[in-house]
């Protein structure tokens, strides 16, 4: 139903700052939680952040906790994911996905996310 298109991806020093948004459409945004999702070369797609449907709890993975931050404005159906700090091995392709907010289960994990975006390339280097 819903349609995600990430974008913001690219190319920053070590240390420095980028902001992904995933932008939905066609379904209701406020009816999802959504996340962010990422994955390098030779590694599994691992967890990163989420956020609930209403933006009322955030959840991150140890390795990106007190550097991104992640936030929605369901009034322009965008979720954001604000990067800080990166750096070299945050290098990965980051995805964004939706879970209908009915459905129960954890955040964490990918398979409980039914729609995905293309992805966006993220690259941080010296």
């Known amino acids: 139903q819903v349609q995600l298109v990430e974008s913001g991806g690219g190319l920053v020093q070590v240390g420095g700052s980028l902001r992904l948004s995933c932008a939905a459409s066609r379904g209701t945004f406020s009816s999802y939680h959504m996340g962010w999702f990422r994955q390098a070369p030779g590694k599994e797609r691992e967890f990163v952040a989420a956020?609930?449907?209403?933006?009322?709890?955030?959840y991150y993975a140890d390795s990106v906790k007190g550097r991104f931050t992640i936030s929605r404005d369901n009034a322009k159906n965008t979720v954001y994911l604000q990067m800080n700090n990166l750096k070299p091995e945050d290098t990965a392709v980051y995805y964004c996905?939706?879970?209908?907010?009915?459905?129960?289960?954890?955040?964490?994990?990918?398979?409980?996310?039914?729609?995905w975006g293309q992805g966006t390339q993220v690259t941080s280097s010296s």
């Open positions: 956020i609930s449907w209403s933006g009322g709890s955030t």
């Open positions: 996905a939706a879970k209908a907010r009915y459905y129960t289960g954890s955040l964490y994990y990918a398979r409980e996310y039914a729609y």
